[in-house]
């Protein structure tokens, strides 16, 4: 027990006090600060005061039958402003009724008949600062849980915000891939076009060169059998200059070759494929 609990005593006879304060500190020692109060005004006053220094009153003891405030009128103002406290009613000449309205109207510990047995008394405090300490346990952990799960309400959404952002930017990467592999499938579609094309070109300018060098070919090949029978209409040096023109005529033919594949200007007999 803490020093800030204070167990606030109220009755207008000093002997029931004194008796109180006596038996509450042979039981409890130096763990409670025991005060008194010797009618219901002063122990409203009492209590703003140690308000004021930060001080807890777990429990009121309080006689019914005092001049002005009564005891259940003590208890319901008392209840209103420190609804934590846990009250005894200690008295003698309480009826029924006095003890219905307290209930009703406020919060009553326990009922407890003078003269009171020490035992008992002692029990009865024992059990109400208990339970106070119990209730006090749990509204600080119900603190805690409400602020941790405060915490964890903003962590999921700002978790959800990012996820969300996240799924966003995901899903525009995911546009822009598409945009991306609809372009490039336009790009092979049409560099595919071109290649098709381009070797259709080659082809057909391969067949004409073709064409183009079987003349030649076909002249030196029959130059080369005029030398090899050795007509005499056909001189050496005859047959050596006629090939020369067919080569230099093959040559000039692989040298457009090699200028039109470089350059990809196909000629073909004034057809021109680029």
């Known amino acids: 027990m803490t020093g800030k609990y204070v167990i606030l005593c109220v009755d207008d006879e000093k002997m029931v006090l004194s008796s109180i304060r006596q038996q509450l500190r ?37 006689d019914q039958i005092m001049p002005g405030m009564r005891g259940d009128k ?11 406290t ?52 749990l509204e600080e952990q119900n603190e805690i ?28 990467q995911n546009s822009e891939i598409r945009n991306l592999n609809i372009n490039l499938e336009k790009i092979v579609e049409e560099r595919t076009r071109k290649i098709e094309i381009q070797n259709k070109k080659l082809i057909e300018y391969a067949n004409f060169n073709a064409h183009q060098l079987r003349a030649p070919i076909a002249r030196v090949l029959g130059l080369l059998e005029l030398a090899r029978m050795n007509d005499e209409e056909f001189t050496m040096d005859v047959l050596l200059n006629m090939l020369k023109g067919e080569i230099d005529d093959l040559d000039r033919i692989v040298r457009s070759m090699s200028r039109a594949l470089e350059e990809g200007n196909y000629d073909m007999g004034g057809n021109q494929y680029t």
């Open 74 to 84: 003590v208890i319901m103002d008392m209840f209103k402003k420190n609804p934590k």
């Open 26 to 62: 042979s039981n409890f020692g130096d763990d409670l600060q025991i005060e008194v109060a010797e009618s219901g005004e002063e122990a409203l006053a009492l209590i703003q005061d140690l308000e004021t220094q930060n001080m807890e009153v777990p429990v009121m003891i309080c």
């Open 145 to 172: 849980l409400t602020q941790l799960n405060e915490n964890l309400e903003r962590k999921v959404q700002e978790r959800t915000k990012e996820i969300l952002t996240q799924h966003d930017e995901i899903k525009r």
């Open 86 to 137: 846990l009250n005894v009613l200690l008295t003698g000449q309480a009826d029924a009724t006095d003890v219905g309205n307290i209930i009703n109207q406020s919060s009553l510990f326990r009922y407890i008949s003078k003269p009171w047995d020490e035992t008992d008394l002692t029990l009865t405090i024992r059990e109400a600062l208990r339970s106070y300490q119990q209730d006090k346990t």
